[in-house]
């Protein structure tokens, strides 16, 4: 595709429900970010993975979340037991950069984010 | 650790008007980057413009331009002849020179008036 793709766009889960987000970054992309948004606010990073390698998962909130890459390309962001608080938009950006490096011109593409709900 | 404050919480502008929406940040980095971004209602960041810290010259992209102030850590950003497709939710964002993640601020919902 043209651009990073998120699905679903829309998620309502039950409290204590399980859930799976999906994202789909521009092929060939290296870095793929995370980033959670609540309502009104600016987005907050997660997770971030280089190829396949987590490097670092600092903001991740709580050990209910869980994020993988396995072969380098789609990434699922999972969230375990979903509690109220966990209600917001989660975004995913890609870019064909290496990020840890003096990335002078780095671009991030963001993807238009799944709105999870949680009841 | 770095932070990034938008003290406003929402904007108004009449079309072809200037408006400046304003950042302030802080962080204990000798270099890093800063950013505007624009979120429409399709959800989707969108890069409006980005300036390096060890840049003095203020970055200009067509109607958009910042005011730049290191020593008072103030990034704002001016947009000129404003435009109905203008109205979004703008962010102010840093990044440290060797970093892999942005810091946002909380956004200014900008409304253009036509």
């Known amino acids: 595709g043209a651009g990073v793709s998120q699905s679903p766009r829309y998620k309502v889960a039950k409290r204590g429900q399980d859930v799976a987000l999906r994202c789909d970054p521009i092929s060939g992309h290296v870095s793929l970010f995370w980033y959670q948004q609540a309502l009104g606010q600016g987005p907050e990073f997660l997770t971030y993975f280089q190829n396949e390698a987590q490097l670092d998962k600092s903001g991740l909130p709580s050990d209910r979340f869980f994020a993988e890459r396995p072969e380098g390309s789609v990434s699922t962001l999972k969230i375990q037991r979903t509690q109220q608080e966990d209600s917001a938009v989660y975004l995913c950006?890609?870019?064909?950069?290496?990020?840890?490096?003096?990335?002078?011109?780095?671009?991030?593409?963001f993807g238009s984010g799944t709105q999870l709900s949680v009841l | 650790a770095q932070t990034v404050t938008q003290s406003q919480p929402e904007m108004s502008v009449q079309e072809a008007e200037t408006v400046t929406l304003s950042c302030t940040y802080d962080t204990s980095e000798s270099d890093y980057y800063l950013f505007w971004y624009k979120q429409p209602p399709s959800r989707q960041m969108i890069l409006v413009i980005r300036q390096e810290a060890y840049k003095q010259q203020n970055a200009t992209e067509n109607r958009f331009s910042v005011n730049f102030q290191k020593a008072a850590k103030s990034f704002s950003l001016k947009i000129s002849d404003s435009q109905l497709g203008d109205a979004a939710m703008y962010f102010c964002?840093?990044?440290?020179?060797?970093?892999?993640?942005?810091?946002f601020g909380a956004g200014t919902i900008l409304r253009v008036k036509s």
């Open positions: 950006a890609s870019s064909p950069h290496i990020s840890s490096s003096r990335t002078r011109h780095e671009k991030l593409f």
């Open positions: 964002a840093s990044r440290r020179e060797y970093g892999n993640k942005l810091v």
